[in-house]
């Protein structure tokens, strides 16, 4: 992609134009391009767009950007912030970019002392014109700012190119162009000192004389001012005829007249200041930057309260004072103060002006004129200007000058997203401190009070959260106990209870310092705020608010928005399942929970964990349905069945499984917060649910704890359907772990239950397990009459999915006993079902089914067709372990069609999956392959680990079959590397182990190493 505003608006892909739709789209464009890379707030946007906004203008707004993304091809160019929208735009994609980037370039080889590669790069900077700046758009209100700059830009590098042109000996050929360029900018002395040069360079004295004259008139007449001193210093030289060999260079700033004072109003520097080397470098980078630009540095830190901006704007402001020879000016604008309003812009301007030693009788009243008056006092001089603690870019606006030597550090918990849109500041957003950090901090207040490799330290920082405000606290206070030790005050604050009340020292409290931005929300703000930290999750995407006010999405978006910009919500990622994700710090956490316990009654509390649970539970559901094709393989309780709004389900459900994997942690948070409530059917359903992710992404741990939490609940409340349902839950992740005796116990006592409460879809579900578990362990018959009978109770539940799984399970036991007709005829019909409902896992079980049905009857092309096609299944839903078996698989297939290479690249990724999830059959089959494969190549002494491992793991099971399998494939190894006697030993031993074993493959294995054994 490719803009381009340096002319008229003009937007190209792969070198085609891009059309834009309407007028407003392109004003959308215009103003997003202007702010690139950084989130321009909606309100802004809709009053570029509108000189009245209609009531529907958000809705506009969000239509505009939708066809704004469709016309760019990429939905993630526009981007959606807490504080309106971003256009991502990389290097090499704007013009402008590009422009000031070589103007730059350009102005460093000129200062390096090389003109003629600062003359080349700032005429290529100056051919990328197109005409002015943003074209017909550029007289709108909202796009003058940039294109002024741009042009103001534009200028600056023509000068810079005649600055060269002149040191190049090339003033003849200057003189058109600069007389062209006076007469446009009558008032421009840099343009006008030029001109003069050139003409008397050109023996053209008078000329150049007359020049300086016109332009004098011209500067009183409109200005009422003298020309500076570069103009008159050159009109002397020139007067004097001694001018005719060097080329004026820019002017340093100079100190100003001797009796005006310098300020030094900078607070002192923090003693042990720790950390913060990245910001401390790009805040030194920038202003590197900003200066070789010849344009004022305006520099902010943004960030929570009590995070150390004011240290850090303290401390890099000493680092760097040496550079601002005229001074240094300080003020706190008390923009988020306890006691007092916050400072109004002409109060500042008026000790500003005094401090740089204006008498009072000059101060105009007015405060356009003071901030005027203040931009000229600064305008030669070298000055750094801290506004500390601002409330926002309007106070912040009328303080900032002009002059190119001057820098502006401002500090604030607001975004100021109005001084990066309109005068171009760089922002830096203020994190927490690291653990090492937050230990050096604690260590250095504390001084010998503690010892620094106190392992307590690292304790307390963390429960500190890594804010400065709060490690100062405890540093303090730790400094100031004798008894007081790290450990002993780690463990007053480890009760989140008491922990902001532990955290003040001497009148500063960490909850003071929030309630100062809390107390400024807006009531629906504030409500939200206090009751989002009820949740008890790590974070959240936006939809999560509405529930807990009662709302819909719509006011949801602003809400979030004065919430981040108060710094109460941190922004964690953009992500593709549902937009911006949001977090609460620690100790923020802490003080919005006391909040809604003082200021929202229990029952308001409950009402709103109620809705919130319950829209939990929907989207869960929806998830399941569209991952699974339907309501399958899970049962319902006694919760009221809820749809959640078809538009927030299909924002959020794109793709189900990620959605889940995303909410993880709300999910099972809201398990135990649905049984704490005593919401026993909601807690059950919603842990039965979630097995759809659990299952998919082996989050064993997260199985168990929802299921005995749900079961203990269930139990609490009678609920026998429930009871039931967890029973079945944990007996299929026994199973699942492969954890027999566990599992049989579990799934029969869960099939009576079931079936004592008739509830047939139940006994269903368990007897399919049970029979997956029977043909496991070496009972087939009972296996097959088991899935047999649960095809029929499930297809009475209409639970398609779980009865062709069922089908499956006996293709399997076909598939063993060598009836491949019948096999494939129920793996078919099981695929069909799976592609009819679009569950994508259980196509990729069917065909891997196929694939091993293919393999069996040494046809390896179509096997490995069949686990080629059921990868990307698997791969898109994160399903390691059906990764592990399908790789296993199309590794014996590429095998057996004389891929070697493929089929041990393949066999090795299958054992690493299989790892990564800790699926002992998955890893145990698949080392099993990799063994056989390196001994069918004669590799014999890489085989044995892998058998081995194969054995032991098969034997940890207690998969009698299989491990019989490893065994004799180990014993071949052994035998051709000349060991007779082991090889023996294990053919005996599982000889013995197949004895007695009901499975005709079990039969036909013994059969065969019966021999061996002997």
């Not at 109004?344 to 500003?352: E, G, L, N, S, T």
Request: charged fraction near 25%.
């Amino acid at each position: 992609m490719r803009l381009r505003v340096l002319g008229p608006l003009d937007i190209t892909i792969d070198g085609a134009q891009v059309p834009l739709r309407s007028e407003k789209q392109r004003l959308l464009l215009a103003v997003l391009i202007g702010n690139a890379n950084a989130p321009t707030a909606g309100s802004r946007l809709i009053g570029a767009l509108w000189e009245e906004p209609p009531a529907s203008a958000h809705e506009n707004l969000r239509l505009y950007v939708y066809h704004l993304r469709k016309a760019l091809g990429d939905r993630d160019r526009v981007v959606r912030h807490p504080s309106g929208y971003a256009l991502a735009v990389g290097p090499g994609e704007l013009d402008a970019a590009d422009f000031e980037a070589l103007t730059a370039e350009g102005a460093r080889a000129m200062n390096g002392g090389d003109p003629a590669t600062g003359r080349r790069l700032l005429a290529r900077a100056l051919e990328m014109w197109r005409g002015p700046a943003y074209g017909n758009l550029a007289d709108h209100p909202a796009i003058w700012p940039a294109a002024t700059r741009l042009e103001e830009a534009r200028l600056r590098a023509a000068e810079l190119r005649i600055t060269a042109d002149l040191a190049l000996g090339r003033h003849e050929d200057l003189i058109g162009e600069l007389t062209g360029l006076v007469a446009e900018h009558p008032t421009r002395e840099r343009l006008r000192a030029h001109l003069m040069l050139a003409l008397h360079r050109a023996g053209r004295r008078a000329e150049a004389l007359e020049t300086f004259r016109e332009g004098r008139r011209v500067l009183i007449g409109e200005l009422g001012l003298e020309p500076g001193a570069e103009l008159r210093a050159l009109h002397e030289e020139i007067l004097r005829g001694d001018s005719g060999t060097s080329a004026p260079r820019p002017a340093e700033p100079k100190a100003g007249p001797t009796l005006f004072p310098t300020p030094a109003q900078l607070p002192h520097d923090v003693a042990d200041f720790v950390g913060r080397a990245e910001e401390l470098a790009e805040l030194d980078r920038l202003l590197d930057l900003r200066q070789s630009q010849g344009v004022p540095a305006f520099l902010g830190l943004t960030g929570m309260g009590g995070v150390g901006k004011t240290g850090l704007a303290v401390h890099w402001a000493h680092r760097v004072s040496g550079r601002f020879a005229d001074g240094q000016l300080y003020v706190d604008l008390r923009g988020y103060a306890e006691d007092a309003e916050p400072l109004a812009p002409r109060q500042v301007v008026d000790r500003f002006l005094r401090a740089l030693g204006v008498p009072g009788s000059r101060i105009p009243d007015d405060v356009d004129e003071r901030a005027g008056l203040l931009r000229s006092v600064l305008s030669r001089r070298r000055v750094l200007l801290v506004l500390d603690n601002a409330r926002d870019a309007g106070q912040v606006r009328p303080l900032l000058p002009g002059s190119p030597g001057c820098a502006v550090m401002v500090t604030s918990r607001d975004g100021l997203d109005g001084l990066v849109a309109q005068e171009r500041a760089d922002i830096l957003q203020v994190g927490t401190l690291g653990d090492l950090e937050g230990v050096a901090v604690l260590a250095g207040l504390a001084g010998g009070a503690v010892d620094p490799a106190d392992p307590e330290l690292a304790r307390l920082s963390e429960l500190c959260g890594g804010l400065p405000l709060a490690l100062r606290i405890a540093g303090a206070r730790l400094a100031g106990r004798t008894r007081l030790t790290a450990g002993v005050l780690a463990g007053h604050l480890a009760d989140e209870r008491n922990r902001l009340s532990e955290l003040s020292h001497g009148g500063v409290r960490v909850r003071a310092n929030f309630g100062l931005s809390y107390r400024d929300l807006d009531p629906a703000a504030a409500t939200l705020f206090r009751r989002l930290s009820l949740l008890g999750v790590p974070d959240f995407g936006e939809w999560a608010g509405g529930p807990l006010l009662g709302i819909g999405r719509e006011p949801l978006g602003e809400l979030f928005e004065q919430l981040v910009a108060a710094q109460l919500l941190e922004v964690v990622a953009q992500e593709g399942t549902g937009g911006v994700r949001y977090r609460f710090h620690d100790l923020v956490r802490l003080f919005a929970r006391e909040r809604a316990m003082e200021e929202d009654d229990a029952a308001a509390r409950a009402e709103a964990m109620g809705r919130s649970l319950a829209l939990w539970l929907s989207l869960a559901q929806e998830a399941h349905r569209r991952e699974y094709g339907g309501d399958f393989a899970v049962l319902r309780g006694s919760t009221p069945r809820r749809a959640p709004d078809p538009a927030l389900a299909d924002a959020l459900l794109g793709e189900p499984i990620e959605w889940l994997a995303a909410e993880r942690a709300g999910l099972v948070a809201a398990v135990s917060q649905a049984a704490d409530l005593g919401l026993a059917s909601l807690a059950w359903e919603l842990a039965m649910t979630c097995v759809t992710l659990f299952e998919a992404r082996s989050l064993f741990d997260d199985w168990r704890s929802t299921h005995e939490v749900a079961l203990a609940a269930a139990r609490a409340a009678g609920d026998a359907l429930g009871e039931a349902a967890m029973v079945y839950g944990l007996g299929s992740l026994a199973l699942f772990r492969q954890e027999y005796a566990t599992a049989a116990e579990l799934l029969e006592d869960s099939a009576a239950r079931f079936e004592a409460l008739g509830a047939d879809h139940g006994v269903g579900l368990a007897l399919r397990n049970l029979a997956l578990l029977d043909r496991i362990t070496g009972t087939p018959e009972r296996a097959h009459h088991r899935y047999k009978e649960a095809a029929d109770l499930l297809s009475e539940a209409g639970d398609r999915a779980a009865q062709a799984h069922s089908g499956i399970g006996m293709a399997q036991i076909r598939l063993e006993e060598g009836v491949f007709a019948e096999a494939e005829t129920l793996l078919r019909d099981a695929l069909r079902t799976f592609e009819d409902i679009g569950n994508r896992r259980g196509q990729a079980q069917a065909l891997f089914r196929l694939g091993d049905a293919y393999l069996r009857q040494e046809r390896p092309e179509p096997a490995r067709d069949a686990f080629a096609q059921a990868l990307p299944l698997v791969r898109a839903i994160g399903d390691l372990v059906g990764e592990a078996y399908l790789l296993r698989g199309l590794g014996q297939a590429q095998l057996a069609s004389g891929e070697r290479r493929a089929a041990e690249t393949s066999m090795k990724a299958a054992v690493a999956a299989a790892q990564r999830v800790g699926d002992q059959f998955a890893e145990a089959s698949a080392s099993l392959g990799l063994g056989s494969l390196f001994e069918s190549g004669d590799d014999l002494g890489a085989a044995v680990p892998h058998l081995e491992r194969a054995v032991t793991l098969f034997a940890e099971m207690g998969n009698t079959t299989w491990r019989a399998r490893a065994m004799d494939a180990l014993a071949v190894t052994l035998r051709r590397m000349g060991d007779e006697e082991a090889a023996r030993a294990l053919w005996e031993t599982a000889h013995s182990l197949l004895l007695g074993l009901d499975s005709p493959e079990a039969e036909k294995l013994a059969a065969r190493l019966a021999p061996r054994s002997e």
